[in-house]
């Protein structure tokens, strides 16, 4: 049976008057309860068309995307530095509910300006929107930002999320959806006020690039990666390049079996005492450029599982590390 006769005979059952009637989504609720379909659900949730077709018709659209697909953030802002605390393209604006000191009127704006006075900042987002791409770039007068509420699944990309979000603090990741993520590229790059993230919510199955990651999370002394699948993805290039302040780092679940680039991935972590990598597979890895370059406080390390080292590039991939480190290295390669 076909997609159309389906809705044909679901409407027959449900009597298709009672749909040109529905002005509250508490009615629309109720309706859809009797679609025992899931996916027939989730299509109707996201396809404007198939809403159109059936004559829903809301009186505010809001209150769909709230009770069905919402995403809610809450920002703490530093009211001394008037500038944005979000980024969203013109086209894209219809799409965001931005709501000062939870105000239930919205302010039209996505910028603070001289006078404002704000204890946080409430925004809801539609589910329109499949890219938080430099959602947060270069918004440097958020101290923290909690992700209260987060019912969608199209989210595809979370790149540069927070690039150069120097003054942030905190983020509470305690109901975020990554199943559908592809590209965490410089997701935190740059955040050189974090000191601790928890990711252990994250579902990274369909991730395939993480470079740039953390790089120059320069306070970063703690980080929660345990539930990372890294089976996708291709390419760690300074993942955790200049995170200086990392003692010690548990990458224990990580498969790099798919890894062709890890040039520069712990470069300047000139704090980095330990590091556990006999899970590492680099079989596929073609470039190792400078890898462990800076990490002065390393002093011991077992990579004899590593492929594609020879020993006379231990000078450039330890380049800074302390001699008797390089002395180590050799050592395991001499008795291969």
Do not use: W
């Not at 020879?310 to 302390?322: L, T, V």
């Amino acid at each position: 049976m076909n997609f159309t006769n389906i809705l044909n005979k679901e409407k027959a059952k449900l009597n298709y008057a009672l749909f040109d009637k529905i002005r509250s989504i508490f009615i629309l609720q109720n309706i859809l309860g009797i679609l025992t379909r899931k996916k027939l659900l989730e299509i109707i949730k996201y396809n404007n068309k198939i809403q159109r077709r059936l004559d829903i018709n809301f009186e505010t659209y809001k209150e769909y995307s709230e009770k069905y697909s919402l995403i809610e953030l809450e920002i703490i802002p530093i009211n001394d530095k008037y500038e944005e605390f979000i980024n969203i393209n013109e086209k894209n604006k219809e799409y965001y509910h931005i709501y000062f000191d939870d105000n239930k009127n919205e302010m039209k704006r996505n910028k603070l300006i001289e006078g404002d006075k704000v204890k946080k900042i409430i925004i809801k987002i539609e589910h329109q929107i499949k890219s938080f791409f430099s959602l947060f770039y270069k918004c440097h007068n958020i101290k923290s930002i909690n992700f209260k509420k987060f019912y969608r699944n199209n989210i595809i990309s979370m790149g540069c999320m927070f690039n150069d979000c120097s003054s942030l603090k905190e983020i509470k990741f305690s109901c975020f959806n990554t199943e559908n993520v592809t590209n965490m590229d410089g997701m935190f790059i740059g955040c050189s006020s974090l000191k601790k993230l928890d990711l252990s919510c994250f579902n990274t199955k369909k991730v395939e690039t993480i470079y740039y990651m953390f790089s120059n999370c320069t306070s970063l002394t703690e980080i929660n990666l345990s539930s990372f699948n890294t089976y996708n993805i291709i390419d760690m290039s300074r993942m955790f390049s200049g995170c200086s302040s990392l003692k010690e780092l548990n990458l224990s679940n990580f498969n790099t079996n798919n890894v062709i680039d890890m040039s520069y991935m712990f470069n300047d972590c000139s704090s980095l005492k330990e590091l556990n990598l006999s899970n590492f597979n680099t079989n596929n890895v073609t470039n190792m450029n400078r890898m462990f370059s800076g990490c002065s406080s390393l002093k011991e390390l077992n990579i004899s599982n590593f492929n594609l080292i020879d020993p006379i590039y231990i000078n450039e991939i330890f380049n800074g590390c302390s001699e008797e480190l390089k002395k180590k290295i050799r050592y395991q390669f001499k008795k291969t």
